[in-house]
């Protein structure tokens, strides 16, 4: 077949567009030119795998994922059509997997993190497939565990060799590739903690990216930040706005051809990594999971869906959420299966893929959000799936956004003919808060829809069964997994009765530990062992209906109602963007009631049509919800804030409404990188600005030590210990004030009720010595390394001060050290010990060893903790330069051991970390939650 000259190939792109513009309501005359913008021109997502798909039909060609997700404009695709050979569209295969070998024998309930789960199989069936990876060339890469393993090891060495220290966070800013994995694994078997991040896909949203992203970062405080080389510019402007980033780097810089010989051996209580929210309701929390809060949600759930040694899991899911990441992925490593994974633009652009992905492998796991199945409800084709076969599909899951029981019913009826059984469409709930998931319907059985009477709903926020015409409807998501618990509460946490709404707590082993960095966030949510999912829901027989998001939640006349109902009623007006409307309420000041504002994206530009489509929806409401909306406002494409996972994002939506912004149109992608670069440029100078401060301020406290320190040497030769030990501490309480280093204490009382004791403090910076000599009891007796003892001038006030060091390396002196102290404590002498063992650029409370607890439950003395807040800020890990900080000193109570069996030692040091954990201002890294397991419901 000829090629098309290329004068004819623009032509038809720039009428296909104008066709595809006008069929979705775009009257307004206007010039399309090759270099036009496709956002410009009001395309988006959906509509842009519309306009390729018959761009393929017309020139006989598959376009690729690659030009569907990066083509900015006409002649972008243009470009690619040149290359093309015209009549070369490829088919897609139409084998069938039947088998992907012999079943796993593993046991991965010996697995106590991921890491052990990883290496049981790389062990024990290393050649098993874990992953066929779907590229976009039709081809599929498949994965062993043993590739899986030694990639990540590669990967590993990289992050180590670039500084990563242990308990550090990674930022994984990946598409679905195979480098994700192995970037993953690579950061735990560093000892790193990931922290996957959504990757930039439109240039026009690359401001609000940005900031979206640099929040995250920061708030994590990510050291390295691994990304692809598209993005590697865009990252490293990032590095302008987070402080702690040092290094961006890529897979392929960080994969070395030798691998981590020595890899952190995690445990349970460890965090396995930050699941960060999409910040569909505020800004985005990090979400702290460990191995065990992973594992006992991924058992449990794989229970409660049947998942078998022959079950094949299909997901096109994205891996920087939950679902993808752990429902599918993390679910389908732990239990042995296959995964067969397709990127979310293959899904987005042919829906189609995923279906025939379960056909050909005949896939029995797989789910998706609500809208995921409505768009192939709008966009499969008959001639698309003609002997698609889906009866080996046991298990579709929807989840992750509201459940619509039309969907649910469509979908069944469209797609039997294909074999589909309607009893595997289960409705399900769950959050990033519960790792993934918390209520799962029964198997084998119908989904479950309750009609409930509407006025009775929404004014006594009562779900009484209806069969009226205008009943509301929910989809049932079951009951909570094994092992977990789930109420309706009112405001004051009053269980609330049958079918009554109200807030939904939850509690079980899958709950998260805290919100990173966010103690504020993690104690509004936690209510004496239950956590608060923010949203609404009833019980009826034992099964959870989901109603809505309480902050959503709009007061109109004395009726609660809920923005979803209101905003798929108009999504289905004709005119109306579908999955592009917004509900929320504002407070008109004039007459102190609420006002229902909707907000609807729309492409026509004719005024009289326009009218006509507010029209509809206000009489749409009215006879549908018997309300009326006091204002209707009509905005172009792109206008109704989304997060990253396509959720409506209300509060941002109603903050434009109120700051005038709404319709306004965004920058073009040059104008915002210019935005960006200036606000880079601007922060760089700020930076340089502060670090020359930090000079000028190091070089001062540089200056005090050296001047005041010389003359305390001195002194050390002739006073005797107990002097030198007072000269000490008038010198530690007089440079943090020349430092303007100021120290607020409280609980010094605690030092003298208990003599001798262990002081037991978190280590977060060199300078915490300093900051407790000021006040401990002279004849306190600091336990550090032994390495300290060689550095000079330091080991002269070490000797003097009569310090004791241990060798951390060494077994046998790691026991005479012990006995050592030991005898330091029965000679009357109180030691103070950094239980942590060391510290690093990260926020948090590391890890307590057991020695100094265990010496402690032996000679039966005291623990006395003291938290310390601030020094951190003052001179981090891997920093050089200082500066002035305020630090606080809380010393608690002491804690009386309660014998000296093993149980009693990790008592004694739970108890210490918990009291140090309260006021260290702190997240704690590694820790298991006190309400671990539900505990069964009383009679």
């Not at 988006?44 to 690729?64: H, M, N, Q, W, Y």
């Not at 492998?361 to 003609?386: D, Q, V, W």
């Not at 903790?865 to 010393?891: C, F, N, W, Y």
Request: hydrophobic share 40%.
């Amino acid at each position: 077949m000829t090629k098309n000259p290329p004068r004819d190939i623009e032509k038809e792109l720039i009428d296909i567009t104008d066709r595809l513009l006008k069929e979705a309501g775009e009257t307004q005359q206007r010039e399309i030119r090759l270099d036009a913008s496709l956002q410009r021109l009001g395309i988006d997502s959906l509509g842009r795998a519309e306009l390729f798909r018959r761009i393929e039909k017309k020139f006989d060609v598959t376009v690729p994922d690659r030009i569907l997700a990066e083509a900015e404009t006409l002649s972008d695709i243009a470009s690619f059509i040149y290359e093309a050979h015209p009549g070369s569209k490829k088919i897609e295969k139409l084998s069938i997997v039947t088998s992907h070998g012999e079943p796993s024998h593993v046991d991965p309930s010996r697995a106590a993190t991921l890491t052990e789960a990883l290496l049981l199989y790389a062990e024990q069936s290393p050649d098993k497939a874990h992953i066929y990876f779907q590229n976009e060339d039709g081809n599929e890469e498949v994965i062993t565990y043993q590739q899986l393993l030694t990639a990540s090891l590669q990967v590993a060495k990289g992050l180590i060799e670039r500084g990563l220290q242990q308990g550090e966070t990674v930022a994984i800013m990946l598409p679905t590739h195979p480098g994700f994995f192995y970037t993953f694994f690579g950061t735990l078997l560093a000892g790193g903690i990931p922290v996957p991040i959504y990757p930039p896909f439109r240039m026009y949203m690359l401001e609000a990216y940005a900031k979206t992203e640099s929040r995250i970062l920061s708030n994590a405080e990510v050291r390295i930040l691994v990304t692809f080389e598209q993005a590697e510019k865009l990252s490293r402007l990032l590095q302008g706005f987070v402080p702690s980033l040092k290094t961006v780097t890529t897979v392929h810089e960080l994969m070395q051809p030798e691998k981590l010989q020595n890899a952190m051996k995690a445990k349970s209580d460890h965090i396995a990594f930050i699941q960060y929210t999409s910040g569909s309701t505020a800004d985005p929390k990090g979400v702290v999971l460990t191995h065990y809060n992973l594992l006992s949600n991924i058992r449990a759930y794989g229970k409660g869906i049947n998942v078998t040694p022959d079950s094949v899991a299909v997901s096109w899911l994205p891996l920087y959420h939950d679902m993808g990441l752990i429902g599918m992925w993390l679910g389908s490593l732990y239990h042995g299966i296959p995964l067969i994974l397709m990127t979310p633009f293959s899904f987005l652009n042919r829906p189609e893929r995923w279906l025939w992905a379960i056909h050909h492998h005949r896939g029995t796991h797989s789910g998706a959000p609500n809208f995921a199945y409505e768009l192939c409800l709008r966009k499969i084709e008959p001639a698309m799936i003609e002997g698609l076969d889906l009866s080996s599909w046991r298990m579709a899951a929807n989840g992750a956004e509201k459940v619509y029981p039309r969907t649910l019913k469509d979908f069944a009826t469209k797609f039997a003919p294909y074999g589909l059984n309607s009893k595997i469409l289960l409705p399900v709930y769950g959050l990033a808060e519960s790792s993934v998931a918390l209520t799962i319907p029964p198997l084998d059985r119908e989904f479950r829809v309750d009609r409930v009477d509407r006025r009775k709903f929404e004014e006594q926020s009562r779900a009484v069964p209806s069969d009226e015409k205008n009943a509301l409807e929910f989809a049932s998501c079951g009951l909570p997994l094994e092992g977990h618990e789930v109420r309706i509460v009112d405001d004051q946490d009053n269980v609330l009765g049958e079918r009554c709404v109200g807030n939904l707590q939850f509690r079980g082993p899958s709950s998260m530990q805290g919100y990173y960095n966010n103690p504020t966030a993690t104690k509004a949510v936690f209510h004496d062992g239950w956590i608060d999912s923010g949203d609404l829901a009833y019980q009826a027989d034992g099964e959870i209906f989901i109603t809505g998001r309480r902050k959503d939640l709009i007061i109109k006349a004395g009726r609660n109602l809920y923005p979803v109902e209101i905003e798929e009623l108009v999504g289905h007006i004709p005119g109306v963007r579908q999955g592009c409307v917004t509900a929320f309420s504002v407070m008109d000041e004039n007459q102190s009631t609420e006002q229902l504002i909707v907000v609807a994206e729309t492409r026509e530009k004719n005024k009289a049509k326009r009218q006509e489509i507010e029209d509809k929806i206000r009489e749409a409401m009215a006879t549908m919800q018997d309300i009326v909306p006091d204002k209707v406002i009509l905005v172009p494409p792109h206008a109704v804030p989304k997060t990253s996972s396509g959720k409506l994002q209300r509060a941002a939506c109603k903050k434009k409404y109120l700051a005038g912004q709404l319709g306004k149109t965004g920058l073009p992608p040059w104008l915002q990188v210019s935005k960006l670069g200036t606000e880079w440029l601007g922060r760089k100078s700020m930076a340089v600005f502060k670090t020359l401060a930090k000079a000028i301020y190091t070089a001062y406290v540089g200056f005090l030590l050296v001047t005041t320190l010389f003359p305390l040497y001195l002194f050390a030769f002739f006073a005797s210990r107990q002097s030198f030990a007072r000269a000490c501490r008038i010198w530690a309480k007089v440079i943090q004030k020349a430092v303007f280093c100021p120290m607020t204490t409280s609980g010094l009382a605690n030092l003298e009720k208990a003599k001798p004791a262990v002081f037991a403090a978190n280590h977060a910076s060199y300078i915490d010595a300093v900051a407790l000599i000021a006040f401990l009891p002279p004849d306190t007796r600091f336990v550090g390394k032994k390495e300290l003892f060689s550095t000079p001038v330091i080991r002269t006030f070490m000797h003097k001060l009569g310090y004791l060091g241990v060798d951390r390396m060494d077994l046998p002196k790691g026991l005479e050290d012990t006995r050592h102290i030991e005898a330091t404590l029965k000679q009357g002498h109180s030691i103070l010990i950094f239980p942590e063992g060391t510290f690093g650029y990260a926020s948090g409370l590391r890890p307590f060893r057991l020695g100094a607890f265990k010496i402690a439950a032996e000679t039966n003395v005291p623990v006395c903790p003291i938290a310390l807040k601030g020094t951190r800020s003052i001179l981090r890990a891997d920093e050089k330069l200082m500066q002035p900080g305020h630090i606080t000193m809380t010393v608690c109570e002491p804690i009386q051991p309660s014998g000296a069996e093993w149980q009693d030692i990790t008592q004694l040091r739970s108890a210490v970390r918990a009291e140090i954990e309260k006021y260290c201002g702190e997240p704690s890294l590694h820790m298991i939650a006190a309400q671990t397991v539900a505990p069964k419901p009383q009679r």
